[in-house]
């Protein structure tokens, strides 16, 4: 294995190690969201507006960040970077 490959190599459990965290972070957010759409109806979330509100943003921000480590996962894998 030359120097290259095993930098690829490293590089690669690198951004594995990113789009996972991109996936759970994703996963809380949306769950997160889902959570503050159904309890908070109408509270204020830490001054920022009313929680329900809120929870729409986590909710579809979540979502985006489970997709991408999703998409970035399979990227990885098939490029055989990890």
């Known amino acids: 294995m030359t120097d290259a490959d095993k930098r690829l190599k490293k590089q690669g459990i690198g951004l594995a190690v990113f789009a996972f965290a991109a996936y759970a ?46 998409l970035l996962m399979r990227l990885f894998r098939n490029r055989g970077m990890v």
């Open 25 to 70: 972070i994703g996963g809380v957010g949306t769950f997160g969201g889902i959570a503050m759409i159904l309890l908070m109806k109408g509270h204020d979330f830490m001054g920022w507006g009313e929680g329900r509100t809120i929870g729409y943003l986590f909710l579809c921000v979540g979502l985006c960040l489970s997709i991408l480590g999703v």
